[in-house]
């Protein structure tokens, strides 16, 4: 069955970015829903069902973008969604201040149409394993539920044999540092974006956070690194802050997704 459109909510007092961020996402088969005001964007997430929202933080009615992002985390049906700050404040206070209240994101105006529709592809693309996870975890619970003859049915599965004279896996030596494994290959490659995506094939790495860090300025390059597979991207020179703070808020969502959990803002204490 196919999945449904995933539905972005962009938040914004300004028409003209609402115009370019909807036309920027036209062709990321998505559905733009818009709000001119931080009220009015409250009331759609309420409303729809919302995967994604691009929030500004200036809003002339005098509720700043902060306590709409407030809200949304303290409210425990919508506190998953994760939130991109779209906005033209591009102090170091204001990035810390929305990292620290749950934006996963953080993007100043203006910005690259390329590089927006990137960083959007990669956290959609995080959601959706995030409510795989989530959908998992409810299903091990209905099955744990179940009387245990039903489970005692169930046969192991047959062990696969090893060749005559071979083991599955080298002593002392693991799968990844075989000659064929990760790091074998991954030196055969050039390329950071190749890397990346070779590391993606590897099921223990494929939800492994990654961060490129960087000093390429082109928008197209830094677009291509997002759409090879990494999470997030840090242009050099960058700030020793938000660096910890990305680098963190990943590390915890990594921890709480080993543990069945879909919602980072209950930790406070991350290492």
């Not at 069955?1 to 990321?28: F, G, H, K, Q, R």
């Not at 933080?57 to 303290?74: D, I, Q, T, Y």
């Not at 950071?192 to 070779?198: D, S, V």
């Amino acid at each position: 069955m196919t999945p449904p459109m995933a539905n972005i909510l962009v938040v914004d007092d300004d028409v003209t970015i609402l115009e370019t961020v909807t036309a920027a996402l036209s062709n990321a088969s998505v559905r733009v829903i818009t709000a001119d005001s931080a009220l009015g964007g409250l009331q759609k997430v309420h409303a729809e069902r919302v995967d994604l929202i691009l929030l500004d933080l200036g809003f002339p009615e005098g509720v700043e973008g902060f306590e709409v992002l407030r809200c949304l985390k303290a409210d425990p049906i919508h506190r998953a969604i994760p939130v991109i700050v779209l906005t033209g404040w591009n102090t170091t206070a204001d990035k810390l201040r929305g990292f620290e209240l749950g934006a996963v994101d953080y993007v100043t105006k203006p910005f690259s149409a390329l590089e927006l529709q990137a960083r959007v592809r990669a956290l959609l693309r995080t959601k959706a394993l995030q409510d795989q996870l989530t959908q998992a975890n409810r299903d091990l619970e209905r099955a744990r539920a179940r009387p245990s003859r039903d489970l005692a049915r169930r046969a192991p599965p047959a062990p696969v044999p090893a060749r005559r004279g071979q083991s599955h896996q080298p002593e002392g030596r693991p799968a990844h540092a075989r000659p064929g494994g990760l790091q074998g290959r991954c030196r055969r490659q050039r390329s950071r974006g190749a890397r990346c995506r070779l590391l993606r094939t590897f099921p223990e790495y494929q939800h492994t956070p990654v961060i490129y860090v960087t000093a390429l300025s082109d928008f197209q390059c830094r677009a291509k690194g997002l759409v090879t597979g990494a999470n997030d991207l840090i242009a050099k020179p960058f700030l020793i802050l938000e660096l910890a703070v990305k680098s963190l808020t990943y590390v915890l969502r990594s921890r709480l997704q080993k543990h069945g959990h879909d919602d980072v803002t209950r930790c406070h204490d991350p290492l």
